[in-house]
């Protein structure tokens, strides 16, 4: 009897096991392509952004993008619980729609396609309230894979995001506001050398296209550009 309760409870923990799988079709990778392992804990990189709309102000930004491992279209959403934020606005805009938060909640982006062997900006920051140094922004998130689905419109075959498939890595964001005099040269200039284009929804761009453009320049600076 005992050996039979033993096999049970055993089968039971692996069964568990196999429903904790992280599903590793998508990843968080930092800007020279390393994965960032699920778990791991993300400090943040302080950026001086220049906004024709909103003027001058700082955020944090996570600084990864979520690749798409596998050749297929794949259908994601970004899961996020923001557990603290002392001021300001923590903003989520992957794949595409964005979510802005200002109260501690649990939230998740609209799930979208993204293509095969992709790269897209996670597109994710904490905009805090100017000056108030030494505050914090706290929060995990965790990429949700779907499968797709396909189906017809008017005789045309069409692809949809389909049942959910399972968790992806998640990643703990802890940011903290530091004094951004500690930025060398917060003022860009045309010498800092551009390094990248994104729409305002993180997908790259090879070159700027007319209206708003996101630009990181090679020394790490981000700024918001409007092309005519």
Same mark, same amino acid.
């Given at each position: 009897?005992?050996?039979?309760?033993?096999?049970?409870?055993?089968?039971?923990?692996?069964?568990?096991?196999?429903?904790?799988?992280?599903?590793?079709?998508?990843?968080?990778?930092?800007?020279?392509?390393?994965?960032?392992?699920?778990?791991?804990?993300?400090?943040?990189?302080?950026?001086?952004?220049?906004?024709?709309?909103?003027?001058?102000?700082?955020?944090?930004?996570?600084?990864?993008?979520?690749?798409?491992?596998?050749?297929?279209?794949?259908?994601?959403?970004?899961?996020?619980?923001?557990?603290?934020?002392?001021?300001?606005?923590?903003?989520?805009?992957? %794949?595409?729609?964005?979510?802005? *938060?200002?109260?501690?909640? $649990?939230?998740? =982006?609209?799930? @979208?396609?993204?293509?095969?062997?992709?790269?897209?900006?996670?597109?994710?920051?904490?905009?805090?309230?100017?000056?108030?140094?030494?505050?914090?922004?706290?929060?995990?998130?965790?990429?949700?894979?779907?499968?797709?689905?396909?189906?017809?419109?008017?005789?045309?075959?069409?692809?949809?995001?389909?049942?959910?498939?399972?968790?992806?890595?998640?990643?703990?964001?802890?940011?903290?506001?530091?004094?951004?005099?500690?930025?060398?040269?917060?003022?860009?200039?045309?010498?800092?050398?551009?390094?990248?284009?994104?729409?305002?929804?993180?997908?790259?761009?090879?070159? %700027?296209?007319?209206?708003?453009? *996101?630009?990181?320049?090679? $020394?790490?600076? =981000?700024?918001? @550009?409007?092309?005519?």
């Amino acid at each position: 009897m005992k050996k039979g309760l033993l096999f049970i409870a055993a089968l039971v923990l692996t069964n568990m096991a196999a429903f904790a799988q992280v599903d590793n079709t998508l990843q968080f990778v930092d800007a020279a392509g390393n994965v960032v392992e699920d778990g791991s804990t993300v400090t943040g990189i302080l950026e001086h952004m220049s906004d024709p709309m909103n003027g001058e102000y700082d955020q944090i930004s996570t600084g990864l993008s979520v690749k798409n491992t596998s050749g297929e279209k794949i259908g994601v959403a970004m899961a996020f619980n923001l557990t603290r934020i002392d001021n300001g606005s923590f903003i989520c805009c992957y %794949p595409s729609d964005c979510r802005e *938060i200002t109260t501690p909640t $649990n939230s998740m =982006t609209t799930a @979208k396609l993204v293509d095969g062997n992709s790269l897209k900006s996670l597109a994710t920051e904490w905009v805090p309230t100017p000056d108030a140094y030494g505050t914090k922004c706290e929060a995990t998130l965790t990429i949700q894979v779907y499968n797709v689905q396909q189906t017809t419109i008017v005789g045309v075959p069409v692809e949809t995001v389909g049942t959910f498939r399972g968790d992806g890595p998640t990643i703990k964001l802890n940011f903290t506001y530091s004094d951004p005099t500690g930025i060398n040269g917060v003022t860009v200039n045309e010498n800092d050398g551009e390094a990248a284009y994104y729409t305002i929804d993180g997908r790259k761009l090879n070159a %700027p296209q007319k209206g708003l453009n *996101i630009i990181r320049y090679a $020394n790490g600076k =981000t700024v918001k @550009k409007i092309i005519k």
